[in-house]
Protein backbone atom coordinates (compact mmCIF):
# COMPACT_ATOMS: atom_id res chain seq x y z
CA UNK A 1 0.00 0.00 0.00
CA UNK A 2 0.71 3.37 -0.36
CA UNK A 3 2.06 5.89 2.18
CA UNK A 4 -1.66 7.93 1.27
CA UNK A 5 -3.64 4.95 1.33
CA UNK A 6 -2.12 3.80 4.48
CA UNK A 7 -2.58 7.16 6.38
CA UNK A 8 -5.91 6.96 5.60
CA UNK A 9 -6.44 3.55 7.99
CA UNK A 10 -4.92 6.15 11.03
CA UNK A 11 -8.52 6.29 12.55
CA UNK A 12 -10.02 3.59 14.98
CA UNK A 13 -8.35 0.66 17.33
CA UNK A 14 -4.69 0.93 17.27
CA UNK A 15 -3.51 -2.44 18.81
CA UNK A 16 -0.24 -2.55 20.57
CA UNK A 17 1.33 -5.80 21.17
CA UNK A 18 1.62 -7.28 25.17
CA UNK A 19 5.49 -8.28 25.81
CA UNK A 20 5.36 -12.09 24.65
CA UNK A 21 7.98 -14.64 24.42
CA UNK A 22 5.51 -17.44 23.12
CA UNK A 23 5.38 -16.36 19.77
CA UNK A 24 2.36 -18.86 19.24
CA UNK A 25 0.28 -17.29 21.59
CA UNK A 26 1.27 -14.11 20.40
CA UNK A 27 -0.14 -14.66 16.67
CA UNK A 28 -3.02 -16.38 18.27
CA UNK A 29 -3.93 -13.11 20.50
CA UNK A 30 -3.29 -11.16 17.45
CA UNK A 31 -5.22 -12.94 15.11
CA UNK A 32 -8.36 -12.67 17.30
CA UNK A 33 -8.22 -8.77 18.06
CA UNK A 34 -7.63 -8.55 13.86
CA UNK A 35 -10.55 -10.31 13.40
CA UNK A 36 -12.26 -7.97 16.05
CA UNK A 37 -11.86 -5.36 13.59
CA UNK A 38 -7.95 -3.96 14.27
CA UNK A 39 -6.62 -2.33 11.28
CA UNK A 40 -3.55 -0.47 12.77
CA UNK A 41 -1.02 -2.90 14.91
CA UNK A 42 2.00 -2.02 16.29
CA UNK A 43 4.96 -4.90 17.36
CA UNK A 44 6.25 -3.99 20.87
CA UNK A 45 8.17 -6.35 23.00
CA UNK A 46 10.43 -4.86 25.60
CA UNK A 47 11.42 -8.71 26.61
CA UNK A 48 12.34 -10.07 23.45
CA UNK A 49 16.03 -10.80 22.07
CA UNK A 50 16.65 -9.42 18.44
CA UNK A 51 16.36 -12.93 17.10
CA UNK A 52 13.30 -13.51 18.86
CA UNK A 53 11.94 -9.83 18.00
CA UNK A 54 12.73 -10.48 13.78
CA UNK A 55 10.76 -14.03 14.16
CA UNK A 56 8.33 -12.34 15.75
CA UNK A 57 8.02 -9.12 13.25
CA UNK A 58 8.24 -11.44 10.47
CA UNK A 59 5.07 -13.79 11.72
CA UNK A 60 3.50 -10.63 12.17
CA UNK A 61 4.02 -8.57 8.83
CA UNK A 62 2.35 -12.13 7.38
CA UNK A 63 -0.77 -12.12 9.62
CA UNK A 64 -1.26 -8.26 9.08
CA UNK A 65 -1.46 -8.85 5.13
CA UNK A 66 -3.93 -11.88 5.56
CA UNK A 67 -6.11 -9.35 7.33
CA UNK A 68 -5.34 -6.03 5.39
CA UNK A 69 -4.12 -3.95 8.53
CA UNK A 70 -1.72 -1.44 8.79
CA UNK A 71 2.14 -3.41 10.59
CA UNK A 72 4.24 -0.98 12.36
CA UNK A 73 7.28 -1.70 14.45
CA UNK A 74 7.79 0.18 17.62
CA UNK A 75 11.22 1.61 18.03
CA UNK A 76 13.64 0.31 15.35
CA UNK A 77 13.49 1.65 12.34
CA UNK A 78 16.44 -1.28 10.96
CA UNK A 79 13.88 -4.23 11.98
CA UNK A 80 10.91 -2.18 10.35
CA UNK A 81 12.83 -2.73 7.19
CA UNK A 82 13.94 -6.05 7.24
CA UNK A 83 10.56 -7.38 7.85
CA UNK A 84 8.90 -4.61 5.09
CA UNK A 85 6.56 -3.53 7.88
CA UNK A 86 4.40 -0.33 6.97
CA UNK A 87 6.14 1.77 9.17
CA UNK A 88 7.96 2.58 12.44
CA UNK A 89 6.84 4.47 15.69
CA UNK A 90 9.28 6.58 17.38
CA UNK A 91 10.04 7.48 20.90
CA UNK A 92 12.27 10.24 22.21
CA UNK A 93 15.21 8.24 22.29
CA UNK A 94 14.91 6.02 18.80
CA UNK A 95 16.29 8.62 16.45
CA UNK A 96 15.50 11.12 14.22
CA UNK A 97 12.18 10.84 11.56
CA UNK A 98 14.71 12.11 9.07
CA UNK A 99 17.07 9.17 9.76
CA UNK A 100 14.17 6.57 9.70
CA UNK A 101 12.23 8.18 6.22
CA UNK A 102 16.08 7.35 4.93
CA UNK A 103 16.12 3.86 6.12
CA UNK A 104 12.37 3.43 5.37
CA UNK A 105 11.50 5.40 2.19
CA UNK A 106 8.98 7.89 0.80
CA UNK A 107 6.13 5.24 1.27
CA UNK A 108 6.38 4.06 4.71
CA UNK A 109 4.57 5.55 7.68
CA UNK A 110 6.35 7.55 10.68
CA UNK A 111 4.68 7.81 13.80
CA UNK A 112 6.30 9.84 16.88
CA UNK A 113 5.54 9.94 20.57
CA UNK A 114 5.10 13.47 21.73
CA UNK A 115 3.94 12.55 25.52
CA UNK A 116 2.47 16.02 26.89
CA UNK A 117 4.29 18.07 24.79
CA UNK A 118 2.18 20.01 21.50
CA UNK A 119 5.76 21.44 20.56
CA UNK A 120 7.22 18.16 20.06
CA UNK A 121 4.10 17.40 17.63
CA UNK A 122 4.62 20.38 15.62
CA UNK A 123 8.20 19.85 15.16
CA UNK A 124 7.63 15.88 14.26
CA UNK A 125 5.18 16.66 11.54
CA UNK A 126 7.49 19.36 10.16
CA UNK A 127 10.24 16.47 10.08
CA UNK A 128 7.82 14.85 8.25
CA UNK A 129 5.79 12.45 10.81
CA UNK A 130 2.66 10.99 9.25
CA UNK A 131 0.62 11.31 13.18
CA UNK A 132 1.83 11.72 16.39
CA UNK A 133 1.08 10.38 19.54
CA UNK A 134 0.36 12.05 23.00
CA UNK A 135 -0.16 10.30 26.92
CA UNK A 136 -0.33 8.79 29.08
CA UNK A 137 -3.94 10.03 29.48
CA UNK A 138 -4.90 7.65 32.31
CA UNK A 139 -2.37 5.32 34.21
CA UNK A 140 -1.17 3.00 32.74
CA UNK A 141 0.29 -0.41 34.02
CA UNK A 142 2.71 -1.21 31.25
CA UNK A 143 4.39 2.28 32.08
CA UNK A 144 3.25 3.34 35.40
CA UNK A 145 6.17 6.17 35.23
CA UNK A 146 4.67 7.63 32.05
CA UNK A 147 4.29 11.72 32.38
CA UNK A 148 0.45 12.36 31.92
CA UNK A 149 -0.99 14.18 29.01
CA UNK A 150 -3.99 16.52 28.99
CA UNK A 151 -7.19 16.52 27.00
CA UNK A 152 -6.34 19.94 25.51
CA UNK A 153 -3.77 18.46 23.73
CA UNK A 154 -6.26 16.31 21.24
CA UNK A 155 -8.39 19.51 20.72
CA UNK A 156 -5.22 21.11 18.24
CA UNK A 157 -5.19 20.30 14.70
CA UNK A 158 -1.37 19.29 13.81
CA UNK A 159 -2.39 18.37 10.40
CA UNK A 160 -1.74 14.59 10.87
CA UNK A 161 -4.06 11.70 12.75
CA UNK A 162 -3.37 11.68 16.81
CA UNK A 163 -3.03 8.78 18.62
CA UNK A 164 -3.87 8.57 22.25
CA UNK A 165 -2.05 6.09 24.35
CA UNK A 166 -2.28 5.52 28.10
CA UNK A 167 -4.20 3.70 29.89
CA UNK A 168 -7.05 3.44 27.77
CA UNK A 169 -10.33 1.17 28.52
CA UNK A 170 -13.83 1.09 27.25
CA UNK A 171 -14.82 3.27 29.75
CA UNK A 172 -12.89 6.36 29.30
CA UNK A 173 -11.88 5.74 25.64
CA UNK A 174 -14.99 7.50 24.11
CA UNK A 175 -13.36 10.88 26.27
CA UNK A 176 -10.54 10.89 23.98
CA UNK A 177 -12.11 10.52 20.71
CA UNK A 178 -14.81 13.14 21.53
CA UNK A 179 -11.86 15.60 22.73
CA UNK A 180 -10.17 14.22 18.85
CA UNK A 181 -8.33 11.71 19.07
CA UNK A 182 -8.39 9.85 15.57
CA UNK A 183 -6.93 6.54 16.97
CA UNK A 184 -6.77 4.44 20.56
CA UNK A 185 -3.48 3.05 20.83
CA UNK A 186 -4.47 0.33 23.63
CA UNK A 187 -2.27 -3.10 24.71
CA UNK A 188 -3.66 -4.92 28.15
CA UNK A 189 -7.63 -3.77 27.58
CA UNK A 190 -7.27 -5.85 23.87
CA UNK A 191 -5.15 -8.94 24.74
CA UNK A 192 -5.11 -9.34 28.55
CA UNK A 193 -9.31 -9.62 28.16
CA UNK A 194 -10.94 -12.75 28.49
CA UNK A 195 -12.09 -11.99 24.78
CA UNK A 196 -9.86 -10.85 22.59
CA UNK A 197 -11.87 -10.80 19.24
CA UNK A 198 -14.85 -9.30 21.35
CA UNK A 199 -12.56 -6.55 23.28
CA UNK A 200 -11.43 -5.25 19.65
CA UNK A 201 -15.05 -4.98 18.40
CA UNK A 202 -16.22 -3.38 21.60
CA UNK A 203 -13.26 -0.41 20.94
CA UNK A 204 -13.92 -0.43 17.81
CA UNK A 205 -17.85 0.58 18.85
CA UNK A 206 -16.52 3.44 20.13
CA UNK A 207 -15.67 5.24 16.81
CA UNK A 208 -19.16 4.83 15.26
CA UNK A 209 -20.42 6.64 17.98
CA UNK A 210 -18.62 9.70 17.53
Known sequence: MSRKILATKLRGLYA????????????????????????MLQYRNKLANTTLQHEQALALRGLTREFGAVFIVNDDAQLAAKVDADGVHLGADDGEVAAARALLGAEKLIGVSCYNRAELARQAVVAGADYVAFGAFFSSSVKPEAVR???????????VPVVAIGGITLENGGVLIEAGADALAVISAVFAASDVQQAAQDFSKLFSKA
Not at 16 to 39: E, F, Q, Y
Open 149 to 159: AELELLRQDYG
Open 16 to 39: ITPDCNDTGDLLHRVRRALAGGVH
